[in-house]
C-alpha cells in the first residue's frame, strides 16, 4: 500500500513503469492511455448544526490512469480525501495513491501483479470490489494468475493483502477458483479460500483469553442451466471455525446455500430464489467492525429500490447470524390494442421478498409496479409497496416498522428533447417519526441540461423539509452537477451492504470525466 510520505518514489517508480509499458506497446504499433477524473465536494453551510468537519469545503476526489499494451497493461489510483465528504471521516482520511498494478497477457495465460479485484461465483466465499458510493475498497495487493487453456475451461490462482483504507491488513488471503463450462446450457465451478492471520491476544473473560486458529478455509460448489426461457443457478458454500467480532467469538463453521430460478417468455418472465446463510461473516481482520475487510459477499435478496421513500428503510444483510430468505418477481406485458393494454401496452411488475431467522421477520415487502404508455408523449408508473422492517435487527434499536408506501411517476415529452417528469411519493406509518411525504420535479433539456428540484418532508414526528435542487451540464465525456439543499441523516445500501451517513446542508459539485 502506498502512502503519501512515499510519493516521491511512488513518482518516479510509475514513470518508469508507464514508460516501460508504453515503449512495449509502441513497438508493435499499439498503445492506448485511458483514464477517469470523479470529484465529489461540498461547501458545507456555516449555520449547518449537522457539520462534521470544522472545514467548510469538503471533497472525495479519484484520479484513474490504466495505459494498454499488446501484452502488457499497467494502471493506477490516485485519492485525494484529506478533507472527506461526511461519513467518511475516521476511514478514508488522507490522500495518497493506493492501487498500483501491472498485467501481463501470453497466449492463454494472464498475470497480475500489485492491486486487483475478483469475485468466485457469486461471491459467497470471495468478492473484492468498489463501490464508491459506499466506501468500499477491499482491493488485495499481491499477485493472481488466470489461466485459460480451452474453451469453456478457466482456471484462477491469487493471493493477497487486503486494502483497509490507508493500510493493508496484517494477514493474507489466498484462493483458487475452477469454473467449466459443459456445452452452451451446463456451467459447473468450485472455490477455495484461505484467510491466514496471526493469534492475537483477545481475552475471553477475566482469566481466559480466546486461542484464535491462524488459517481459516471457505469453499463452494455451483452449477448453472440454461435452457431456452428455463435458467436455473445453485451454489453450496463452507466455512470452518472463524471465531470474530461479528459472531462473539464463536467456534461455530458457517454455511450458505442459494437457489435461483426464472422463466421468461412471451411478455411474461417469473423470478424466483431462496438463500440460507449462517455464520458467514469472512474478514481479513477478525476484530474489524463496520463494512471494511469483508472477504466474501452475501446478497440481500430484496428489491433495489430506486424511489426515495421506497429505499428510506433499506434492508442490510446480517453475515454474521442466521438468515432464511427468498423473493420472487413475477413480469407481465399487456399487448397493444387489448382492453388491459391500450394502445400501447401496459407492463405489470409484482415483487415480494421475506427475510428473517426461526420465528423472527427481519424484513418483508409487496411491491405493485404499473407501467402504461397513454400516448406518444405521456407515460405513468403507479406503485404500491407494503413493507415491514426490524430497526432492531438492522439497526439496534426501534422496534418493527410497518409502512405503506404509494408512488406516482409521470413523464411528458413535450417536444424533441425537451422532457418533464414528476414523482409525488406518500409513506404511511404508526412507527419510528411517522409518515413521510415526497415530491420532485425534474426538467431535461436534451443531450445537455438537466434541471431538478425535490422536497422530502417529514409529515409525523419532527416536520423538517429536505430540499435539494439542483443543475446538470454533460457535454462529450464530461458531466458536472451543481446542486443546493439538505439531506436527511441515513443508511445508503446497494445489494445489502450499508453505510451510514449524517445530515448535510450545503451547495454540492460533482465532476465526472472519462478520457
Not at 409484482?350 to 411491491?367: Q, R
Not at 430497526?391 to 439496534?396: C, N, R, Y
Not at 422536497?455 to 414526528?461: E, H, K, L, R, S
Amino acid at each position: 500500500m502506498i502512502v503519501p510520505g512515499r510519493i516521491g518514489r511512488l513518482a518516479v517508480f510509475c514513470l518508469i513503469l508507464f514508460s516501460s509499458v508504453a515503449l512495449n506497446a509502441r513497438e508493435r504499433g499499439r498503445v492506448r492511455l485511458v483514464g477517469s477524473i470523479q470529484s465529489d465536494i461540498l461547501f458545507q453551510d456555516e449555520d449547518d448544526d449537522a457539520a462534521t468537519d470544522d472545514r467548510q469545503l469538503l471533497s472525495n476526489t479519484y484520479v484513474d490512469l490504466m495505459l494498454y499494451g499488446r501484452h502488457l497493461d499497467a494502471g493506477t489510483r490516485i485519492e485525494y480525501m484529506e478533507h472527506p465528504l461526511p461519513g467518511y471521516e475516521s476511514d478514508f482520511k488522507g490522500w495518497g495513491v493506493p492501487s498500483l498494478w501491472v498485467k501481463g497477457r501470453l497466449g492463454t495465460t494472464e498475470v497480475t501483479a500489485g492491486s486487483f479485484y475478483e469475485q468466485f461465483g457469486s461471491g459467497m466465499v470471495l468478492r473484492i470490489y468498489e463501490n464508491r458510493s459506499l466506501g468500499i475498497d477491499n482491493s488485495l495487493t499481491g499477485g493472481r494468475i488466470v489461466v485459460r487453456p480451452a474453451k469453456g475451461f478457466t482456471a484462477k490462482l491469487l493471493s493477497g493483502r487486503q486494502r483497509r483504507y490507508w493500510s493493508l491488513n496484517d494477514s493474507w488471503v489466498s484462493g483458487a477458483d475452477l469454473e467449466v463450462s459443459l456445452g452452451p446450457s451446463i456451467t459447473l465451478g468450485g472455490s477455495w479460500v484461505n484467510k491466514y492471520e496471526k493469534d492475537e491476544f483477545i481475552l475471553a473473560d477475566e482469566r481466559h483469553r480466546f486461542n484464535l486458529p491462524e488459517y481459516v478455509n471457505a469453499w463452494d460448489v455451483r452449477g448453472s442451466w440454461n435452457n431456452g426461457p428455463w435458467s436455473l443457478s445453485v451454489e453450496y458454500a463452507g466455512k470452518s471455525q472463524d471465531p470474530s467480532f461479528d459472531n462473539g467469538y464463536s467456534y461455530g463453521k458457517g454455511s450458505a446455500a442459494f437457489v435461483s430460478g426464472s422463466f421468461s417468455r412471451s411478455g411474461m418472465s417469473i423470478l424466483l430464489q431462496g438463500k440460507r446463510s449462517e455464520n458467514m461473516s469472512f474478514r481479513s481482520k477478525r476484530s474489524m467492525t463496520g463494512i471494511s475487510s469483508f472477504i466474501n459477499y452475501m446478497p440481500a435478496f430484496t428489491h433495489d429500490q430506486t424511489y426515495a421513500l421506497a429505499a428510506l428503510y433499506p434492508y442490510s444483510t446480517q453475515m454474521a447470524g442466521g438468515e432464511l430468505a427468498w423473493q420472487t418477481e413475477i413480469g407481465y406485458n399487456f399487448r397493444r390494442n387489448t382492453v388491459l393494454g391500450g394502445k400501447y401496452g401496459m407492463n405489470l411488475k409484482v415483487d415480494y421478498s421475506h427475510i428473517g431467522w426461526e420465528e423472527e421477520t427481519y424484513y418483508e415487502d409487496l411491491g405493485i409496479l404499473l407501467s402504461r404508455k397513454w400516448s406518444n408523449a405521456l407515460k405513468l408508473n403507479v406503485m404500491y409497496m407494503r413493507q415491514r422492517y426490524n430497526m432492531t435487527v438492522v439497526q439496534g434499536h426501534g422496534g418493527m416498522v410497518d409502512s405503506d408506501i404509494y408512488i406516482l411517476d409521470g413523464k411528458i415529452q413535450v417536444f424533441s428533447g425537451f422532457s418533464l417528469r414528476t414523482e409525488l411519493q406518500y409513506l404511511n406509518t404508526d412507527n419510528d417519526e411517522g409518515d413521510w411525504k415526497y415530491g420532485l420535479v425534474e426538467l431535461s433539456l436534451a443531450p445537455h441540461w438537466m434541471f431538478s428540484l425535490a422536497d422530502m418532508y417529514n409529515a409525523g414526528v419532527t416536520r423538517e423539509h429536505y430540499c435539494q435542487g439542483s443543475v446538470s451540464f454533460s457535454k462529450g465525456a464530461h458531466r458536472v452537477q451543481l446542486g443546493y439543499g439538505r439531506t436527511r441523516a441515513g443508511y445508503n445500501c446497494s445489494g445489502g451492504v450499508c453505510r451510514y451517513v449524517p445530515e448535510t446542508k450545503g451547495v454540492t459539485v460533482s465532476y465526472n470525466c472519462s478520457f
